[in-house]
């Protein structure tokens, strides 16, 4: 046995009573227990619960509640039958308001923190939610043959494991998906290879740009080992019963590759009505997995942007051209720039597909200095960032080179935000306003947006 797992604390087995004073910024109640900071996963504020250790660290402990005496009046009753293990949903127990007031919450601490801004300094933007179930179109399903669970299982992980949670169905993904658990699980139990197949990517693409209408369904099969033709057979008739996508990934994402349909471009689409616009994509391209919030985000910006004809515009992490697009639409001379040269590949496209001309896109890792690139040579009226989690701290410490009247950012991890907005506020811009959207409901990842303006001297 090593001296790192001599050393490791047992876990008391029985559970204890404790007190919630407050929720972390992952959603987890905070309390104390003989001093010492403690986490409780499925605890509110202000709740009592019984709860039982789960992990045991020098500085904090984390629990988990197994029964709650005093309720908070924000606690709802789960409408998923695993969601105390599922590792898919973190905030189940809240009602979807309180979890956005508590991402809004969230978010001006963390601007307070880093900036000494409070809310009564910006304008707070109205929250942005919708439906709050069957809204993930894309998502990694973990797949694993277990003989003892009666064959294959398909679904995200547990909480706190590499296990993959026993589920039939599942509340966050779109409908079209979430009804072929069942059928996948049966598909893979059937396969002489069911053991090498270890997930399975998911995207859906809207067929139209009504809200209401069915989605088309593509599937990656990742496989360790080559299918059998028996075993591709009955992935393709699976595809042809149920008309989705069947694709395989046999190796890197290079390998990705469609065996049905047969013929045709390897692409699903959405639309964005309020800009007359839409798109093309390989299901392997990052798009956003909540399309009606991705709607509402995108009107959203191309008001706050206030695009002028004739301005020159820098989209940053542009993407396939989310926002690129509905700018460009505005009459504006748009720049997209994006660290993949798939994704500008991809840019160009949906340009031609909506019929748009003089759109630049460009190849650039945006973490690293622009140097001589010809479009950061370049004066521009108004920038969009729209980073990774990583944040945009080493293109913002560059924008003086651009010197854009109004800069909209458009955030995936509040921290980031908050850090990279003292950075723009040390360079003479003022925050205008901020907000949450509810990208991801029934987990703590927050979706937020800032707009800062050059001041004057």
Same mark, same amino acid.
């Given at each position: ?76 009753? !789960? ?106 699980? =049966? ?67 290079? !390998? ?65 051209? =989310? ?89 995936? =991890? ?44």
């Amino acid at each position: 046995m090593s001296p790192r797992r001599s050393r490791r604390r047992k876990l008391p087995l029985e559970p204890i009573e404790v007190n919630v004073e407050s929720l972390s910024h992952e959603g987890r109640g905070v309390a104390r227990i003989d001093g010492k900071v403690a986490f409780v996963e499925g605890a509110l504020a202000g709740e009592t619960v019984l709860a039982k250790y789960v992990q045991s660290r020098s500085q904090f402990d984390v629990l988990s509640a197994e029964q709650i005496l005093l309720s908070s009046d924000a606690r709802v009753a !789960s409408d998923c039958s695993v969601s105390e293990i599922c590792g898919g949903c973190s905030l189940r127990h809240m009602h979807p308001d309180q979890q956005l007031e508590m991402k809004q919450e969230m978010l001006l601490d963390l601007l307070q923190h880093s900036t000494g801004l409070t809310s009564s300094d910006f304008e707070l933007l109205p929250k942005l939610a919708a439906d709050t179930s069957h809204y993930r179109r894309k998502a990694r399903l973990a797949v694993r043959y277990v003989q003892k669970k009666g064959g294959a299982l398909v679904g995200f992980r547990e909480k706190h494991s590499s296990f993959i949670t026993v589920m039939d169905d599942c509340r966050v993904l779109v409908s079209e998906v979430s009804t072929l658990i069942n059928t996948l699980k =049966n598909l893979i139990s059937g396969l002489s290879s069911a053991a090498d197949i270890p997930q399975i990517e998911v995207a859906a693409g809207e067929t139209e740009p009504d809200p209401g209408a069915p989605l088309e369904i593509a599937l990656i099969f990742r496989h360790l080992k080559p299918l059998t033709p028996a075993d591709q057979n009955a992935l393709i008739q699976f595809a042809s019963e149920h008309q989705i996508h069947c694709y395989l990934q046999p190796g890197g994402l290079d !390998s990705v590759h469609r065996v049905y349909p047969d013929g045709g471009r390897e692409r699903l689409g959405y639309f964005l009505p309020d800009q007359q616009v839409q798109y093309a994509f390989h299901p392997m391209d990052f798009t956003q997995i909540n399309g009606p919030i991705n709607r509402q985000i995108v009107s959203r910006v191309v008001e706050l942007m206030a695009v002028q004809p004739g301005e020159r515009v820098l989209d940053l992490f542009c993407g396939l051209g =989310n926002f690129t697009l509905p700018l460009a639409k505005q009459g504006a001379q748009v720049v997209g720039v994006e660290g993949s040269q798939a994704m500008v590949e991809r840019g160009y496209e949906n340009a031609d597909l909506n019929g748009l001309k003089g759109l630049e896109f460009y190849c650039k890792d945006l973490f690293k200095p622009l140097e001589n690139a010809e479009w950061a040579q370049q004066r521009y009226d108004k920038v969009l960032l729209d980073p990774p989690r990583s944040g945009a701290i080493e293109i913002i410490q560059q924008m003086r080179r651009f010197s854009p009247k109004r800069i909209v950012y458009v955030s995936c =991890n509040p921290a980031t935000l908050a850090r990279d907005s003292a950075e723009l506020l040390a360079q003479g811009y003022q925050l205008k306003s901020a907000g949450v959207m509810d990208m991801f409901p029934h987990t703590a990842h927050v979706e937020s947006m800032a707009v800062f303006e050059q001041q004057h001297n």
